[in-house]
C-alpha cells in the first residue's frame, strides 16, 4: 500500500498511544490490511503492560543517572580461584604424602622422589622501607615452601622518646591480584627486637609486597617487594 | 588453573558480571558489598559448570536468585551480629513477590539499558503519558523522528528483555 513506507515506524507510539487522534484513525485504518504493520504490532503488545512494572518516579530516574560504570571483577575472580586451587592442590599433595608415609610404615614400597619434599627451602630476602615516619626496622626472609611461602620477620622498634608505649603491629602479603591478606599480629616495646613469622599459599612470585602496618589502625609503616 | 577453566570464569565474568553488579547495587545500594556478592555468584555458576549452561536463557535468571539470596544472607547475618546500618534491610530485598520484583528490576534495567534518545521519549510517551507533538515540541526534534525513535526503542527493549528471559 502506498502509505506503508511513511507508516511503517507508527506501531511503538500507537502502542503507547502517544498518536494524536488523527494519527491514530489514518493508522488503524493502514492496520486493517497491512499484515505486515499488524503483525509488526502484535509483536510489541506486551511491553506496556512491561513498562507498568517499573514505578514512574524509578523510570524517570534513569533518564538522570549516569551510566554505571561496572567494575573489574575478573582479576579477584581469578586469583580467588587459584588460591583456592592452590589449596586444594596441597591438600591432595599432603593425603599423597601421608599415604606413602603410611606405605613406608609398613616397610612394602619405597616411594622415588621423596627426598625432594624435604630439600631446605630456597630463602629470598627483604628489607622492607620506612612509609612516612615509622621508628621501625625491619627486615624479612621469604622461604618457598611446597605449601606455599613462609615469613620470617625481624622487626626492631626505637623508642621515639622517653614516653613510647608497646604497640601492636600487623604483616600483611598482598598479591599479583592486588588482594592483601593479614599473616601475622604481634605486639612490640620500645626498643626491643620481635621476630613474628606467618605463612601464606601465595608463591614467592606470586607476591607482591610485603606490608607492616599498625593494628590499631591499619597505617602502612613499611613496605617492600620482593 | 587450567586455561579451559580460566577461559570459562572469563567467559560468565563477562557475560554475566555487568548485570550482577546492577542488580545487586540496585537491591542493596552498596558497591562493596555488590563485589563480594557477584565474585561469589559467578564462583557458584563457575563450580558447577557441568550442569550450568551460560548460554541458556534461565542462567541469568538463575545467578540473579542467587545473587539475591547471598544479599539476604548477608543482612540476615549483619543484623545477627547487630550491625544496626546493615540491619535495615532495604525493601527492595524483603519484598515478598521475588518474580515481581525481579521483573521490575529486568524490565528497569533494559530501559536503563536503551541509548539515551531513545530512553527519553519512552520515559515521556509511556510514563508521561505526552503525545508525539508534546515530545516533538520539548525535545525540539520533528514528528517523524519521535515516532521512529519509539519504534527502535520499543524494539530494542524487547531484544534485551528477551536476552533476559522476560518474554510475556
Redesign the interface.
Known sequence: MSDHDDLR?????Y??????TD?RRQYERHLAHCTVCSASVA??T??????G????A???A??D?E??S??D??P???G???RR?RQLRRWVLTATIAGIAAVLATGIVVAPGLTTSFTSPQATALQLQPVGQAPLEASIRLLEEQWGTRIEMKCRYDAVDAYSLPADYAMYVTDDAGEDFRVATWTASPGATATPSGSTSLTVAQIRSVEVRSATDGTVLMRGSP | ?ADS??EA??AL??EH??AL??YV?WLCGD?ELA?DI??ET??RA?KRTVQFDPAGVSARAWLLTVARNLVIDEYRSARSRHESPAAIVPDRISADHTD?VL??WL??DA??QLS?EH??V??H???R?????A?ARILEIPE?T???R??Y???S??LG?QERG???
Open positions: 515506524d507508527w506501531d511503538a507510539a502502542l503507547l498511544g502517544s498518536l494524536s494519527d509483536e510489541l506486551g511491553l506496556p503492560g512491561l513498562l512494572r517499573v514505578p514512574a524509578e523510570a524517570e534513569t533518564l543517572q551510566p554505571t561496572v567494575p571483577l575478573l579477584k575472580l581469578v580467588h580461584v587459584a586451587h | 588453573m577453566q580460566a570464569l572469563r565474568h563477562d558480571a555487568p553488579w546492577r547495587v558497591r563485589e557477584v565474585q559467578l564462583l563457575w515481581s521483573d521490575a524490565v528497569s530501559l536503563a539515551p530512553r527519553v519512552v520515559v510517551a509511556y510514563y503519558g505526552l503525545s508525539v507533538a515530545i517523524g519521535v515516532k521512529s519509539l519504534h526503542a520499543l524494539r527493549m524487547r528483555l522476560v518474554t510475556e
